[in-house]
């Protein structure tokens, strides 16, 4: 991890924890830090946890299909499992 991620290493790994630890996305956006929210534009159904300033971590559910309610809007409590995409800066 620290060869990929050097300095970051720390920040991704405790994303991943949280990731790891969280039951389901509801759980993981009551973390302030992590910041996690929907991307929108060409990444629309994607989703982005913040590992530091200028870095996130890509992330999209992995449900078929994705749970949502009934405005269409993601359920949050009911996404148990996701796929990571990759990690980017963002600036």
């Given amino acids: 991890m620290v060869k990929s991620f050097g300095q970051l290493a720390r920040k991704v ?15 993981l956006r009551a ?6 929210h929907e991307l929108g534009g060409e990444r629309k159904g994607e989703l982005a946890v913040d590992v530091s300033g200028n870095y ?13 309610k009934t405005d269409g809007g993601l359920n949050w ?15």
């Fill in 13 to 27: 790994n405790q994303r991943l924890k949280d990731l790891s630890d969280a039951d389901n996305l509801e759980i």
């Fill in 31 to 36: 973390i302030p830090a992590a910041r996690c």
């Fill in 77 to 91: 409590e009911q996404i148990t499992k996701i796929q990571i995409n990759e990690i980017e800066d963002y600036h």
């Fill in 56 to 68: 996130r971590m890509i992330f999209e559910p992995n449900h078929d299909p994705t749970p949502r």
